[in-house]
Nanobody, 121 residues
Framework: QVQLVESGGGLVQAGGSLRLSCAASGDTISISTMRWYRQAPGKERELVAEITRSGSTGYVDSVKGRFTISRDNAKNTLSLQMNSLKPEDTAVYYC???????????????WGQGTQVTVSS
């Protein structure tokens, strides 16, 4: 299993920036793709960005050009730099780590507890 702890959320005005961090511990060698999800009140949890162990990234259209996902495999950390924030970015943001065995078998995923991001207009 992997334990994930997010930090960096808060209240920011529209147009501002925040940087979220996620620290992983436990069976970190098994971590493959890491993801940021978010969930706004009354809405489904949404995949925001993902990054593979080799550094390939993907983003949901609504954040492309504004958010940047990165990871440090040596330090077992994941980050999300969020710029030009909009009120519609308001949500609880969750870190997710997918785990695979050395021979490629999917072993499951782990979630952090979430961090609140609130963007005021």
């Amino acid at each position: 299993q992997v334990q994930l702890v997010e930090s960096g959320g808060g209240l920011v005005q529209a147009g501002g920036s925040l940087r979220l961090s996620c620290a992983a511990s436990g069976d970190t060698i098994s971590i493959s793709t890491m993801r940021w999800y978010r969930q706004a009140p009354g809405k489904e949890r949404e995949l925001v960005a993902e990054i593979t162990r080799s550094g390939s990234t993907g983003y949901v259209d609504s954040v492309k050009g504004r958010f940047t996902i990165s990871r440090d495999n040596a330090k077992n950390t994941l980050s999300l730099q969020m710029n030009s924030l909009k009120p519609e970015d308001t949500a609880v943001y969750y870190c997710n780590a997918r785990r695979h065995s050395q021979n490629g078998w999917y072993q499951g995923s782990n979630w952090g507890q979430g961090t609140q991001v609130t963007v005021s207009s």
